[in-house]
């Protein structure tokens, strides 16, 4: 018990003999620092974080990717406090005056807090749909995957978006087209491409 009676963090990160605003200050950076590393260990471990947080507070916390870039986030949160005590305090050890360190721990903390939103927003920028829509096949060339009966209906394979894909068509004039011929589509109608030998 001895050695955990004489356990200070302040003191471990040097700021033992912090008074007033430094302490302020200091309290700020060490509790956002290890809620935000806390935070991503979790996240990193399987995503138990949400289940942690909502256990521990007894609140609905969503820590979804489509709703962090949103400013007053759990994490924004974490980001605003680290910063503003990391800022605040340099500014106070630098001997820039209170009011000082205040407005930079402020601006510092709104700028983490705005970076911090705009990365998770990065994030769900960053994941796709895959579905394509079919008009986008317009002008798209191909093949004859399985022929195109007179007046019937096939299947083609044409490039779209990069991809290759497999989609039913018919012929634009009615006629046979047969299996591996070169087509371009050159209409959509429902759910079939209209498409003409080349």
């Known amino acids: 018990m001895g050695l955990l009676d004489t356990l200070n963090l302040f003191n471990l990160v040097g700021l033992g003999d912090a008074t007033g ?11 956002g620092g290890i809620l935000f590393v806390l935070y991503f260990f979790l996240l990193m471990i399987g995503g138990i974080a949400t289940d942690v947080f909502d256990g521990l507070f007894g609140i609905d916390v969503d820590m979804g990717a489509d709703a962090s870039f949103k400013a007053l ?11 503003f005590g990391l800022g605040g305090l ?14 930079a721990g402020a601006v510092c903390g709104g700028f983490s807090m705005y970076g911090t939103g705009k990365l998770f ?3 769900v920028d960053l994941q796709q749909d895959g579905t394509t829509e079919l ?9 004859t995957y399985l022929r195109i ?7 083609v394979t044409v490039e779209v978006n990069g ?12 006629t046979r087209i047969g299996t591996g ?6 209409d959509v109608i429902g759910e079939v491409l209209v498409v003409k030998r080349i």
């Open 21 to 31: 605003l430094e302490l302020l200050f200091a309290a700020s950076a060490l509790i």
């Open 90 to 103: 340099w500014v106070l050890k630098s001997d820039g005056g209170d009011n000082l360190a205040i407005l």
């Open 73 to 83: 986030t759990f994490q924004g949160i974490m980001a605003f406090m680290m910063f």
């Open 121 to 123: 927003q990065l994030f």
């Open 163 to 174: 991809a290759q894909r497999t989609y039913n068509a018919k012929s634009e004039d009615g």
């Open 181 to 186: 011929d070169f087509i371009e589509v050159v």
């Open 135 to 143: 008009s986008e096949a317009i002008g798209s060339k191909g093949t």
């Open 149 to 155: 009966s007179e007046g019937g209906v096939g299947q």
